[in-house]
């Protein structure tokens, strides 16, 4: 009985060697106090009145802006904002040749600078309440070929309301369970079960990973008529809190390992496909 | 009229005073020839003496007329004689070649066609008063010249006007015999000048003068003429072509004319062109899209105009390979961005291309994407030549010199020098200077200038701009007219590069520059060569895909798409084959032997010559027959073949190389045999080329109304079997009337200074 356990440790420390070693090696952020709601200073109304936020002022000098989508819905899309996007910028410069801006990048979907970042991610979907512009600004958006990740929603209440917002945005287009077989899990890491990734609070003390009732994680998505994927959907899931707490010592390295895989297997999707 | 009063004058033509010898024939004896000078001697003192009573004006005027008029009988006492070798009757040949080409029956004033005329002039003595004085050989030549009894057997058929070719044929013909001279009539629509030249210098070395007749006018009243067409010979199922043709004609200046375009008789093009002016060739840009595949017969076409003489110079056509199945393309790019994703959606639906993706994504961690197999490319980038020539064109993204090893450096090179493929240099961090590719083998064949130092600090926004030679080149036009095209670029959104790139390398083409606040002065965007077989483009920028994702650019539009498409298609628009064919002759005219060159390489493109190759060729009316062709020993992988098409139309010749039993490479070529229409491009009657072919061999040049001159000037040839006669001068009438003048002159200068 003990050499399977050590083979064990030793499979889950080595293949998460690599998102240890980068974390280690990435600077450190400033962090919110374990377990509190990790939200950026600016304002948190249903509808942001500021046309930017921390959007860059040059969007060509990198090849990629990990870009936070900034939409109507009240305690909505700044969950996170910005340490999460700070730390995917950080890992992923490292793990892959992606020349990654080391900066937070919230763009509003209806600001016409969001064509200007492919690849935009959402998060807490579930509260989202998106205007006519908004809902215009994400469907020409994704239609001429962005790619929109969503993250951290939970439950069957959140899903419909996230569900109900999409089919304003794609009415045409309807949400399936993405396979494991699909490529986005081979493009640059093998990936062969979807993973539940609680919160930092729920991952730290090791209790109940789902919450609000979301019980089984889901990769689901919205696929293109020529059958690329355009929406990449987390649900019962959030890799958000993964990336921001992956230096956390108590916090369990399969789900940052795991989130750190999802996020940069969407981000070489999207930029290739 | 001239010529007339000069044969009133002096007695014989000008040909005779050109050809002769001036001798002094005199019978008097020295003696009296002796005392006509003291006479003279003696006159002049006579004047000189009475001189005292005479002013200086008198004495020097009558001196003169006075010593005019006896110098003139002493000369005349002295017998001026011309020597002129003149042909002895029946003892010389005469060529006489008629040209028998179709232009012939160009009606030059819409009525009487130059056979016609031709046929008149003949039917005059003229035949037979040369047929006195030699024996007379006619041909009718066009592209060979052949014997003929009588101008009656004319047809008027032939193909091609070669008269380099019927002057060489006449003269084996008439080898070993007395030739007196040629005889060419001909309108001179001459299609082979090499062969021109060649025999001319043959006849300056035996002395053999050729006398031309030019038939028909030096230039048409009323007349349109496609004078060339410029298209490409192979393109892409689906390519929107541009070809250019050169139109000139006479009498319709400024008219609008329609201009179609025929795929195989179908209209996939009319437009109409106004006409440039007289004799001033016009070029006319033609957009048109090749959409079935084989080969196709274009006809490019403006109708016959009202007075119009000559229809078959309205029309050309042209024969193009239009290909199907996808070309593939490899995509090397060495950091993961936005460009390979929407570079890949641009062409997802251009079944033609085919974009196969190698997509480092981290260090020695490769992403293969549209690989045929799971073989390919999975070590990375090829290392073998086999591997790499596979492909017809290569991307190169943003991927630095030194992650290849020095022979995948020089591979890269020879893809594009000796296989003939085409590489395109895409901008970015880790491309051009700032990839080190400086003093690499790679930097001989980009199309631009490297910097000498890197700028790490060099990020610029600019708006794109074709150039002259862009505006007009087709891969860059983003509509099919040009002017929408025009507007389309100058509405796109900037993009940018961190690549200055301000200098082109000697013989390449800039079709895009850049511009922008800070922008280097012509930074470039787009340039070009050719290098060796192949092609090698720049395009220092890395976020075209801004064309497609920015706000102001519609769903709908479909520049970034079009620019893509047409960029990669033509990359691979005319990469050469393993085994590339070509004809010496294209359109092949019929029953004459065509050359069938042949060029095999293996897959490393390495040239091959134990193979055995053939040719399949499969005749207008369906019947095929083999053909085999022999290594040229001359050259590494050339096999030649003739080739005699018996009947017009398309041969469809499939070539196929074997070694050790096994097909290595096959090949296509369509061959259009006809009855050449060339004779109706540029056939107004070209004087200045028959009057260079009689300058240049001793002969002379008439016009078809002056024929009539040509009995008499032939026997002044001065070659072939002659005699020499001799022509007094003293009895020319000019010569009376020049006694008769200074007698009268001299008189009347009497008379008018009131001397005895």
Known sequence: MRIPLARKLILTLSGAASVVAVAAAAPRMPATPLGAESTASLDQQVVPDQARFGVLTESGVHNFYFTRAVFSGRRAWSTDYPQADWWIASVLSRLTLIDVAQSENAVRLDDPALRHFPFVYAVEVGRMRLRGEEVEGLRNYLLAGGFLAVDDFWGEYEWQSFEREMARVLPEHEIVEVPLDHEIFRTFYEIDQIIQVPVVGRGVSGGPTHEKGGITPHFRGIFDDSGRLMVAINYNTDLGDAWEWAEEPLYPLTYSTYAYQVGANMMIYAMTR | ???????????????????????????????????????????????????????????????????????????????????????????????????????????????????????????????????????????????????????????????????????????????????????????????????????????????????????????????????????????????????????????????????????????????????????????????????????????????????????????????????????????????????????????????????????????????????????????????????????????????????????????????????????????????????????????????????????????????????????????LQLDSDPELSLAQWDSLPALSTFNRLTRLKPGATALLTGSGPGVSDGQLVLASQRFGRGLSLALPVQDSWIWQMHADIPLEDQTHETFWRQILRWLVNEVPTQLSVSASAEPAPIHHPVELHAELRDSAFQRINDAVVSAAIEAPDGSETELPLRWSSSRDGEYLASFLPAAGGIHRILLTAERDGEQVAAGTLALDAAEDDGEFFGAQMRAPLLRRVAEETGGRFYPLSDIGRLAEDVQYSGSGITRVESYDLWDMPFVFLLVVGLIGAEWAFRRKRGLP
């Open chain 2, 1 to 475: 009229m001239a010529l007339g009063i000069w044969e009133f004058l002096f007695k014989y033509p000008p040909l005779v005073y050109e050809k002769g010898r001036l001798v002094f024939a005199t019978p008097l004896p020295g003696w009296l020839l002796g005392l006509a000078l003291l006479l003279a001697a003696v006159a002049a003192w006579s004047y000189l003496r009475r001189g005292r009573d005479l002013g200086r004006t008198d004495r020097t005027g009558l001196l003169v007329l006075r010593g005019a008029l006896l110098a003139l009988l002493i000369l005349l006492l002295l017998r001026p004689t011309l020597q002129v070798p003149v042909a002895v009757d029946q003892e010389n040949y005469l060529g006489i070649l008629i040209d028998d080409s179709r232009s012939m029956l160009v009606a030059d004033d819409g009525t009487t066609t130059r056979a016609d005329e031709l046929i008149r002039q003949l039917d005059t003595d003229l035949l037979e008063t040369l047929a006195e004085r030699f024996r007379l050989r006619i041909f009718r030549f066009s592209s060979d010249a052949n014997r003929v009894e009588d101008v009656g057997e004319m047809t008027f058929t032939g193909g091609q006007t070669r008269i380099g070719r019927a002057l060489e044929q006449a003269r084996s013909e008439l080898a070993g015999v007395p030739v007196a001279g040629m005889v060419v009539i001909t309108d001179g629509a001459d299609q082979s000048e090499a062969d021109l030249n060649a025999s001319l210098l043959q006849a300056r070395t035996t002395s053999l003068p050729i006398y031309t007749v030019g038939v028909g006018r030096e230039e048409f009243q009323r007349d349109v003429e496609i004078r060339r067409v410029s298209s490409p010979r192979s393109v892409l199922r689906g390519t929107s072509m541009m070809v250019d043709l050169a139109i000139s004609q006479t009498g319709y200046a400024g008219r609008t004319v329609p201009l179609t375009v025929e795929d195989e008789g179908r209209v996939v093009n009319a437009q109409d062109v106004e006409l440039p002016m007289d004799g001033t060739p016009a070029t006319v840009r033609v957009h048109f899209t090749a959409n079935e595949p084989g080969w196709r017969r274009f006809t490019f076409r403006v109708p016959l105009q009202d007075g119009e003489l000559v229809a078959e110079n309205n029309q050309r056509e042209t024969l193009i390979q239009v290909r199907e199945g996808p070309q593939k393309i490899l995509y090397f790019e060495g950091e993961p961005r936005f460009e390979v994703k929407f570079m890949r959606r641009a062409v997802a639906d251009d079944p033609e291309l085919q974009l196969v993706v190698l997509q480092r994504t981290a260090e020695n961690k490769f992403l293969r994407l549209d690989v045929d197999s799971g073989e390919e490319l999975v070590d990375g980038f090829p290392v073998r030549r086999e591997e790499l020539f596979s492909y017809k064109a290569l991307v190169l993204g943003s991927v630095e010199a030194s992650f290849f090893s020095r022979d995948q450096l020089q591979m890269i090179v020879d893809f594009v020098s000796e296989r003939g493929g085409s590489v395109l240099f895409l901008g970015g961090k880790r491309s051009f200077t700032e990839g080190g590719y400086a003093g690499t083998a790679i930097e001989s064949l980009l199309p631009v200038e490297l910097e000498p130092e890197p700028d790490p600090g060099y990020y610029r926004e600019m708006k794109v701009t074709p150039t002259r030679a862009g505006r007009t080149h087709a891969a």
